[in-house]
């Protein structure tokens, strides 16, 4: 019984520590036809409602007609939210893929 009750506690746990993780990706033109990733940190204050920085992913790709964009709440984004957020501040990364 007590074996049962720790596995249902543990998938409740995990279940809750990655049910906000999502990933968005985003393909201009035929998406991306190599391997040069650039990454970068998209800030947010108040929960997320108001962005701290501006992340200009067409100058990333630097005129690129074909990149894919990736935004998401990564592992790092994750343990820095952590720390940041009694703050209000949240973070997710950008990655461009040309």
Known sequence: MFRKATSVIMVAV???LFIGCATH?????????????V???Q???LWGLVPLNDVDTNEIA???ADYTIQ???APLDIIMNIF????TVYSRTVTVTK
Do not use: M, P
Not at 25 to 35: D, P, S
Not at 84 to 87: A, S
């Open 43 to 45: 800030w947010y204050i």
């Open 14 to 16: 995990f279940a809750l």
């Open 25 to 37: 990706i985003h393909k201009v033109g035929n998406g991306a036809q190599g391997f040069d990733k």
């Open 62 to 64: 630097d005129g690129t």
């Open 84 to 87: 940041t957020g009694y703050i």
């Open 39 to 41: 990454e970068t940190r």
């Open 71 to 73: 935004t998401q709440t």
